[in-house]
Structure formats: C-alpha cells, structure tokens
C-alpha cells in the first residue's frame, strides 16, 4: 500500500507560480510511475503529466505544455509539478497518483488533493 500526500497548493494570481509536491510513504517509491490529474466541481478528472519511474520519460496535456515541468526525486519519495505562467482555467484540485505497472497503465494509488486558485 502506498499513501501519497500532496501539498503546495495555494491562491496566486493569474501569470504567477505555483510548486506542487506529493510525498509518497514506503520504500517502492521508485518503481512507480507517477501522474499529476485534476478536476474543478462539475467537471471530469482530467490528466495533467506524468513521468516514468527513473523520470526519463515526461508527458504533459497539450493544456498544460511549455508551463509546466513534471519531477521527481526517488531519494526523496516525492515527485514535483512546476507550474508557471498560471492561467484562471487552472484552478482545480491537483491530485498526484502511482502507477505500478508503468506510464501508460492505469493509476493505482492516489492522493487526497491540494487545492490551486488563479486568480485574474
């Protein structure tokens, strides 16, 4: 079993940054692929990056593409999300999850969410 904790979130304004992190417990941390997602209220969860176990492999939403930069560090159980050059329509509940059986499977574990608000 593995618990992911993300943090980070915040209120920032429109053009501003934002740093997500999501720590995850045990020690197969680095045999996981890791994905970010989101979701507003009302809407579908909606698939944000994600990156392969050894952090070779990056796939960011078209959405998303040339603002945000996916991480992670094994060391340290955690994988990152940068984001910059935040826009209002990113405002939503980031999620990270874990994928045992690589980057394109389905996600096994996920966490409780932090929250992001752009503001205009």
């Known amino acids: 079993q593995v618990q992911l904790v993300e943090s980070g979130g915040g209120l920032v304004q429109a053009g501003g940054s934002l740093r997500l992190s999501c720590t995850a417990s045990g020690r197969t941390f680095s045999t996981y692929a890791m994905g970010w997602f989101r979701q507003d209220p009302g809407k579908e969860r909606e698939f944000v990056a994600k990156?392969?176990?050894?952090?070779?492999?990056?796939v960011y939403a078209d959405s998303v593409k040339g603002r945000f930069t996916i991480s992670r560090d094994n060391a340290k159980n955690t994988v990152y999300l940068q984001m910059s050059s935040l826009k209002p329509e990113d405002t939503a509940v980031y999620f990270c999850?874990?994928?045992?059986?690589?980057?394109?499977?389905?996600?096994?574990?996920w966490g409780q969410g932090t929250q992001v608000t752009v503001s205009e």
């Open positions: 990156i392969s176990t050894a952090g070779a492999l990056k």
């Open positions: 999850a874990a994928s045992k059986n690589g980057l394109y499977a389905t996600y096994d574990y």
